[in-house]
């Protein structure tokens, strides 16, 4: 007829047990647990990362990874400019055979 712990150790009780302590003893977090979003809660435990910190570094450095392949990808179409530019200035070569550059035979 009393209550002792062994019943909120109880795998069905162990669920609502946390959030039954809560209601007697700390009203303000038994308030978050109930004003707290279900859709979150589910999203939280699908969520492939143990802390908020694991997620904030792997989408950052996922960012920082895009910011230097798009670097890269800038500096190829700069080094493509430079060697098409480089030989445009091929077909001006003269070797003093008449202005042309091609060959005499």
Do not use: H
Request: glycine content about 4%; proline content about 2%.
């Amino acid at each position: 007829d009393f209550v002792v712990v062994e019943d909120f150790l109880q795998e069905e009780c162990a669920t609502v047990s946390g959030a039954l302590f809560d209601a007697l003893f700390n009203l303000n977090k038994y308030m978050q647990f109930e004003q707290r979003d279900p859709f979150q809660e589910r999203q939280k435990r699908e969520d492939e990362f143990e802390t908020d910190w694991d997620r904030f570094a792997c989408m950052d450095y996922n960012r920082l990874a895009m910011e230097e392949e798009a670097r890269e990808e800038d500096a190829m179409e700069i080094d493509w400019v430079t060697v098409d530019d480089d030989d445009d200035d091929g077909e001006d070569f003269n070797l003093g055979l008449g202005g042309s550059s091609e060959a005499p035979f």
